[in-house]
């Protein structure tokens, strides 16, 4: 990764994305190769590398016994912020995020979106170089979402160094510069965001018939068509001369095409051809299972 930049990590659930996390922050041990944060290693030089680093991690790991305030003031002590340059950054953050009115309240007596908002102004504490957010925007609602990337890219832009990961993948495509993909512990694929999406996915053509189709003729097969349920759509990924013999094979079909469309490929394509189709997590019950027990 390179300094200033914002940066995309995507994988499925069990990629391995909070784990890549957890050896950059020295929570993981690793077998081989190397992390540096801004040159510092992370295991012989974990103090150096750590202070670079503001965290945000996936779950919630507050101390239950702590106000707000008190969660601010613990972090600046651990990294070794005096006294009342940690007070007045506490009290400043919690301004930034709205915690104000909480300060005094236990984290528990805060919403999702407050909890969030707290991991968040506690990681910023000891002004890091680089913050790291491992999921910021789950469980969030709207309104709050679209104020976290705005402060996200006011960050960035004011130099900080942005490490994300999230299963919007919309929003990676809206924030980040570059994206990883991850999948199955491997990069699967890593480059500029716009260059990943168009080099991985072609804009689809869509056809728009007159007439419903029900199903695709053998005229049509290895031409590579979708149809799509409703039967008046038949779409295909752009190739030099495909949509000349789309046409031509339609109209041998008697079908007539009343509007062309095309679509431009998001993230979201580039990324389920780069992670594939996953086996199900989930098996189905078995039908003893859902077997309700008789009544008496
Ligand atoms: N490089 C690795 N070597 C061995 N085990 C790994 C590696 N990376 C991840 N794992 C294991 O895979 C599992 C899932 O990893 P992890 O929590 O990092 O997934 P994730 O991408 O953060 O998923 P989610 O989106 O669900 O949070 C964990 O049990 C972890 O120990
Ligand atoms: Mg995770």
């Known amino acids: 990764?390179?300094?200033?930049?914002?940066?995309?990590f995507l994988g499925p659930n069990g990629a391995g994305k909070t784990t890549t996390i957890n050896a950059v922050t020295g929570l993981a041990n690793y077998q081989s190769g190397r992390v540096r944060?801004?040159?510092?290693?992370?295991?012989?030089?974990?103090?150096?590398?750590?202070?670079?680093?503001?965290?945000?991690?996936?779950?919630?790991?507050?101390?239950?016994?702590?106000?707000?305030?008190?969660?601010?003031?613990?972090?600046?002590?651990?990294?070794?912020?005096?006294?009342?340059?940690?007070?007045?950054r506490a009290s400043e953050l919690l301004e930034v995020f709205g915690l104000s009115e909480k300060r005094k309240d236990g984290y528990k007596r805060l919403s999702g979106g407050m909890k969030r908002r707290l991991l968040i102004a506690r990681a910023l504490m000891h002004n890091p170089r680089i913050l790291i957010l491992d999921e910021p925007t789950a469980g969030v609602d709207l309104e709050l979402r679209h104020q976290l990337w705005d402060f996200l890219r006011r960050l960035n832009r004011e130099g900080k160094t942005l490490f994300l990961t999230?299963?919007?993948?919309?929003?990676?495509?809206?924030?980040?510069?570059?994206v990883g993909v991850i999948h199955q512990g491997r990069m699967v694929g890593l480059d500029s965001t716009a260059k990943l999406i168009r080099e991985i996915s072609a804009d689809r053509?869509?056809?728009?018939?007159?007439?419903?189709?029900?199903?695709?003729?053998?005229?049509a097969a290895g031409l590579g068509l979708r149809l799509e349920e409703s039967g008046r759509r038949i779409s295909f990924e752009e190739k030099?001369?495909?949509?000349?013999?789309?046409?031509?094979?339609?109209?041998?079909?008697?079908?007539?095409?009343?509007?062309?469309?095309?679509?431009?490929?998001?993230?979201?394509?580039?990324?389920?051809?780069?992670?594939?189709k996953n086996e199900s997590y989930i098996r189905p019950l078995m039908p003893s299972h859902l077997e309700m027990p008789e009544e008496k």
């Open 37 to 88: 944060v801004f040159g510092h290693d992370v295991t012989s030089d974990y103090r150096r590398s750590r202070a670079e680093i503001g965290l945000v991690p996936q779950e919630f790991n507050f101390d239950p016994f702590l106000s707000a305030e008190q969660i601010l003031e613990f972090e600046g002590g651990y990294f070794g912020i005096p006294h009342r340059e940690t007070k007045k």
């Open 166 to 178: 999230t299963h919007y993948i919309e929003e990676a495509e809206k924030l980040c510069t570059r």
């Open 240 to 276: 030099a001369g495909l949509v000349p013999r789309v046409l031509k094979t339609l109209q041998a079909l008697d079908q007539e095409v009343e509007k062309i469309d095309v679509e431009h490929p998001t993230l979201e394509d580039a990324f389920l051809k780069l992670t594939g």
């Open 1 to 8: 990764m390179a300094p200033g930049e914002f940066f995309g």
């Open 205 to 219: 053509i869509v056809f728009y018939l007159k007439k419903e189709m029900t199903f695709l003729p053998e005229a």
